[in-house]
């Protein structure tokens, strides 16, 4: 779950924000960042932007051709959850049109359908993320799930008192709160490792820490609020050194670049099928062979059993052994589609279109007054990931996505996405956040921009 920001009536022209109501107030001339980004929208419009990749996919996003409070939606909030694609959620209705049926063991026509689609999906997603075997990706309800699974399954199971998991103060609430409830119920330490002057994960600390106590290093991939990236690689070769294991966090990864388990050679990796253009309800696991087929069951039911008697029960072998009753068919299918989506334009065009449009982002959100952007600042050698969060100086984030969303059809995130230790450690209670994905266009970053100096404007007027 990301922050949450409230949602107000549509307003023509006036805008009410907590006990305060104001008129509104176009953006004033003495603001030149405005018509120097109409300016540049309007160069972009004509010029080679008018076949980026981000022009020519949107076609394929029914959802981006529409108005919202009388405003061209401008949606930046794809970390949080993206868009669908015309062929995702065309093979979601074809599963319950055509041939919906319960997998496994069935017989007939449809069941054998759905089971031959849902184990193709599977197979989608070990190729997607070259995993050595289908076996080793296990169908959670979503990566918190996935990440829930390694905690109470391995966690539970190899964790004593005395035992280290190290994570960074970065984490994603779901990468922090499982190993909190573990370490309480085997006496297990968390220690975490903050930013360095960069506000990157200190890798130096990280390392540090890593001793024989070590057991587990659960990290990011790519920060949902920094942006910036861990090199896992790196990570696992000091993690494997003494013996502990690694579980990396790839939901702002896996939909972005090019994602190979077997080169990171990470124990866990976790991913969700929402923050890549599939449904929501649906999320993997990837685990080595070894410690899957070593792992005890998450939860007890139906499909995950090889026989059940009165007394006792033996379980199946994995991934079935993870995937207790009936799973989420027809989205699995659909993620399966999503992926061919994303396999059909390339992960590595779509990293280097994001990289592209992610630095772009940041520049012109860089040269407005008044805003800090966290996280590093992107170089020839830092490439952020398309997502900035930031604060303006004076005014609260939920009231600029307020007036951003009520007025000009942009949407973008507030609150402490799911990460409050960072927040916390940034000095901050909340930030918003303008998220990119590859069917984002530099005119999405212009109107944006206008938008922004436009609020900014707005609540400054009453200063």
């Not at 942009?410 to 996405?417: D, E, Q």
């Amino acid at each position: 779950m990301e922050g949450v920001a409230m949602k107000l009536p549509s307003f023509p022209n006036a805008i009410s924000i907590g006990h305060r109501s104001f008129s509104r107030v176009r953006c004033s001339s003495s603001l030149s960042v405005c018509s120097a980004a109409a300016a540049s929208s309007a160069t972009i419009s004509t010029d080679s932007e008018s076949v980026s990749l981000g022009h020519r996919v949107r076609k394929d996003f029914r959802i981006l051709h529409q108005e919202v409070n009388g405003s061209k939606l401008v949606y930046l909030d794809s970390a949080a959850t993206s868009q669908k694609p015309a062929a995702v959620l065309d093979a979601l209705q074809n599963y319950y049109e055509f041939y919906n049926s319960n997998v496994h063991r069935g017989i007939h026509y449809l069941s054998a359908k759905a089971t031959d689609e849902f184990e193709l999906a599977r197979k989608k997603v070990a190729r997607f993320i070259n995993a050595s075997d289908s076996r080793e990706i296990v169908f959670t309800r979503n990566a918190t799930e996935a990440i829930n699974l390694v905690a109470y399954s391995w966690g539970l199971s190899n964790l004593k008192p005395g035992d280290e998991v190290i994570l960074t103060v970065a984490e994603h609430h779901s990468c922090i709160v499982p190993w909190q409830i573990v370490s309480q119920k085997t006496g297990a330490v968390l220690k975490f490792v903050t930013l360095n002057e960069d506000e990157v994960p200190d890798i130096n600390k990280l390392r540090e820490l890593i001793s024989p106590k070590t057991k587990l290093v659960a990290v990011h991939h790519v920060s949902n609020v920094l942006a910036s990236s861990l090199p896992i690689e790196e990570i696992v070769v000091w993690a494997h050194d003494v013996g502990a294991k690694v579980l990396v966090d790839a939901c702002q990864s896996v939909p972005h670049m090019v994602v190979d388990v077997q080169k990171l050679n990470a124990d866990f990796l976790v991913a969700s099928s929402h923050k890549m253009c599939g449904p929501t309800g649906i999320g993997f696991l990837y685990g080595k062979s070894d410690l899957l087929h070593s792992m005890p069951p998450f939860l007890g039911g139906g499909e995950m059993i090889s026989d059940v008697f009165l007394d006792h029960s033996t379980y199946a072998e994995p991934p079935s052994r993870f995937e207790a009753g009936t799973p989420a068919i027809g989205e699995a299918i659909a993620l399966g589609a999503a992926v061919d989506y994303l396999s059909g334009i390339g992960m590595p065009k779509i990293h280097e279109y994001e990289v592209e449009i992610g630095k772009y982002l940041y520049e012109k959100l860089s040269s407005l007054p008044d805003v800090r952007i966290y996280g590093p600042r992107p170089s020839e050698s830092v490439h952020r990931g398309a997502l900035c969060s930031f604060n303006v100086e004076g005014l609260h984030p939920t009231d600029l996505a307020t007036f951003l969303d009520q007025q000009h059809g942009v949407a973008i995130r507030s609150g402490h996405h799911c990460a409050q230790p960072l927040h916390r450690y940034l000095g901050v209670n909340a930030s918003a956040r303008a998220s990119l994905y590859f069917y984002n266009t530099k005119d999405d970053v212009d109107a944006f921009i206008v938008a922004l100096a436009d609020t900014v404007s707005f609540f400054n007027s009453f200063k």
